[in-house]
């Protein structure tokens, strides 16, 4: 709290606090707002992913693995609705992640080219089209690279040391490949949808 003494105010010094803190309000709900919409693209791209993944690999993720190593102690096939609930649950928090984590104010309201007369409905549709299609292919690259580093991750630290598992070549591609329908959708998801948030 300050307390303003006529003798010692600084009113150059004022102005600049009063502009942090309204800068660092203004952050909390973008970050939030980021976080939300990352945790509905993380769900629905691993809904994506998980369609893609079942019919080619014909078995569950390595989630069902997981559970049967650290709960159950039975056989990975016996928990398919917990594997699969597991799943979506790691993919919806990795997308709140995502969320967290890009940096995506480069297509927000405040960087929109605005019209020389400073009239929004000046702007153009194509303006319009343009931002958001820079959005969605920000969010593309941004996604892929994510899902790629968290599919080396998977595959060195989960499935090599967590679960002590050797895939074999076609095993690994599918996963790699499942990582990556998943980054595609999340970054194109996120990237589409938070235009419309900011």
């Not at 976080?35 to 690999?57: D, H, N, Q, W």
């Amino acid at each position: 709290m300050r307390v303003p003494f006529a003798s010692t105010a600084d009113p150059e010094r004022d102005r600049r606090v009063d502009a942090d803190s309204t800068s660092a309000t203004g952050l909390a709900p973008r970050l939030a707002a980021r976080i939300a919409e990352g945790t509905r693209a993380g769900f629905v791209a691993t809904l994506v992913m998980t369609a893609y993944r079942l019919p080619v690999s014909r078995s569950l993720p390595p989630t069902a693995r997981f559970w049967s190593t650290f709960v159950s102690g039975d056989d990975p096939d016996d928990h398919p609705i917990i594997a699969l609930a597991l799943h979506l649950l790691y993919g919806t928090v990795g997308g709140a992640i995502f969320g967290a984590l890009t940096p995506f104010d480069a297509g927000s309201p405040a960087s929109s080219p605005r019209s020389p007369t400073g009239d929004e409905s000046d702007r153009s549709t194509d303006d319009d089209h343009r931002q958001t299609a820079s959005r969605e292919v920000i969010g593309l690259l941004w996604g892929t690279v994510y899902a790629l580093a968290l599919s080396v991750f998977g595959e060195r630290v989960v499935l090599g040391r967590v679960l002590d598992m050797d895939p074999e070549v076609d095993e690994r591609l599918v996963f790699h490949a499942g990582h990556l329908v998943y980054g595609l959708s999340l970054g194109t998801l996120f990237g589409s949808r938070t235009s419309d948030e900011e």
